[in-house]
């Protein structure tokens, strides 16, 4: 699903903005993430894999939305090992995001 | 560089129409933030809003054209938020609902509480703007009309010219302008800010809610608004005006 470089084209200078606020974000949740998930706050990462769901194909990025529904229902399943599989996921895929 | 959120950009968006004044509840920023752009894109203006209860309290100050309404929140739901919209304060306002809820039971529940249409996320931007047009056009927020009847007035929207039982009145355009929104917001109670938006520049600095009324007093004396004519120019004390039909009913209300 995930491919090495993901690159991600923006034309509009303000939806580029947006974007690249975006993906600064989603670097940050990464660590939240893992905090709420070593204090075992699935209700966290329910709503934040929620939130991400709802996002990111509006921003043009379907990996995220597929990313976020799955930890929205790992978390609802208080599944860890497939928390920090996703979360793994999500961090090796924002790594790699590069906008153009 | 500029805040993007912050960031008051006007562009020529590619669905044109009229400019629409909606309120977005909606809890996540980043879907917030997106939303912001493609309307404002598309020339209409927006208000956020975070949480169920100050979406209500916005909502009781301002009016808007429409609601877009996100369904899971932190405080109080969208649906809930809506209930409360319907049943006590009688808000009439076109509402779109956008949730991940997909199920057939969800959008059921959704409409029997007065939504009037639903989407479902991730949101994308053609659709929900082709929605929001077809929606306002179906609740006559905006018209392709040419023409409305109000009888005893008639208004001619090619001409710009407004009648009262077949004679014209005299109106500049900004007068017509504001008695054809008034006229197309039959029994709403529209505030003073929403008519300066929409019929003058909100971001001239010459403008204040004082020139709303000034206009409101004119029109009402030059379009003869009174009994005789069936129709009633009410002011709403620290909020704006509400064009109405007197009916018999409410002629028997209003008399001593």
Redesign the interface.
Known sequence: MLAKENRIAVRDP??R??MD??IG?RRADISALRVMENQDDFASIK?KG??L???????GIDAI?TLGSALEKAAAQKDRKEICRLIDKLESFITHVIIT | MADPVEKKQKMTGAFGGERLRIALLEDDEDQADLVRLWLEEAEHTISVFANGEDFLRGVRRESFDLYLLDWMLPDISGIDVLKKLRSGNKDDTPVMLATTRHEEKDIVAALEAGADDYLVKPVRRRELIARLDALCRRYGVVSDSEELDVEPYSLDLGSKTLSLRGEAISLTNREFELALFLFRQEGRAISRNHILETIWDIDSPDVSTRTVDTHISRLRKKMHVNEDNGWKLAAIYQHGYRLERITDNKKKQDQP
């Open positions: 303000f939806a903005q947006l606020r975006y974000k709503r929620h939130n769901f709802g996002s990111g194909s509006a921003y939305s």
